[in-house]
């Protein structure tokens, strides 16, 4: 006699874009100035300035960046000039030189690799939080 309702049980999206798209800076592209992504980004190209990423960014062979990179994850196989903050884990692959300031919480170094400069290891949540309130600074 009586009808029990079925309720919806699903959650409720997040208003924040996940880290399903991938930007790609081709070889022979050069950018001055400041980029920001929700993606993954793939540089092959020259990077003058600074780098922005909630997900992973990977400098290829042919990549090259000068200025600064904050990411979550770093694969790096280019030449890289920068201060570069990474929350989770930096992987220097064997073609990389990379000369400049390292924050990371995890590194790899692949025999080959080239690095000058230094290196901290207390990437904590804490720091995290930098990438967002330079967002929300920039916002205001």
């Known amino acids: ?3 029990k309702k079925k309720t919806d049980t699903k959650m409720a999206k997040s208003n924040e874009a996940e880290h399903t798209s991938i930007n ?3 070889t022979g592209t050069t950018i001055n100035g400041e980029i920001k992504s929700n993606g993954d980004i793939r540089i092959d190209g020259t990077v003058i300035g600074q780098v922005f990423s909630k997900g992973k960014i990977v400098v290829g062979n042919t990549g090259t960046v000068e200025g600064e990179v904050y990411c979550q994850n770093a694969d790096f196989s280019g ?5 570069v903050e990474v929350s989770e884990l930096l992987s220097l692959k064997a073609t990389s030189r990379l000369r400049g300031e390292i924050v990371t919480n995890k590194l790899s170094i692949e025999p080959g690799a080239r690095f000058t400069g230094t290196c901290t290891m207390d990437k904590t949540p804490e720091t995290d939080v930098k990438l967002v309130s330079k967002e929300n600074q920039e916002k205001k």
């Open 24 to 26: 790609l800076i081709g």
């Open 79 to 83: 030449n890289i000039k920068a201060k």
């Open 1 to 3: 006699m009586f009808i």
